[in-house]
């Protein structure tokens, strides 16, 4: 199983953009997509979650300028943010809570990342 982030990029404030996260591999079922965010000399921190039923939680830091979604039959997680600003420049990474085909139980997986810088 592989989390691959796409999206990321270079933005000015204000701007937009959307970040992907496509689960990949044997999988049986996927449970809660979560999207992190981790600043230079910051810990990660936990940006927005998805569950399976579609119940969404966001960071309060975020909370109105974001949107998480996914789409089940594509096994990915999209994050839409806007009215970015500096302090949203991170790294951000994608996690799943996945059952792979054959397992007993479910595991969580990562992405490698994907860099947002915000800035004029």
């Known amino acids: 199983v592989q989390l691959v982030e796409s999206g990321g990029g270079l933005v000015q404030p204000g701007g937009s953009l959307r970040l992907s996260c496509a689960a990949s591999?044997?999988?049986?079922?996927?449970?809660?997509m979560i999207w992190y965010r981790q600043a230079p000399g910051k810990q990660r921190e936990l940006v927005a979650s998805i569950t399976s039923a579609g119940n969404i939680a966001y960071a309060d830091s975020v909370k109105g300028r974001f949107t998480i979604s996914r789409d089940n039959a594509k096994n990915t997680v999209y994050l839409q943010m806007s009215g970015l600003k500096p302090e949203d420049t991170a790294v951000f990474y994608c996690?799943?809570?996945?059952?792979?085909?054959?397992?007993?139980?479910?595991?969580?997986?990562w992405g490698q990342g994907t860099q947002v810088t915000v800035s004029s």
């Open positions: 996690s799943a809570r996945i059952r792979a085909m054959g397992a007993l139980y479910e595991s969580d997986y």
């Open positions: 591999g044997t999988i049986f079922s996927i449970n809660t």
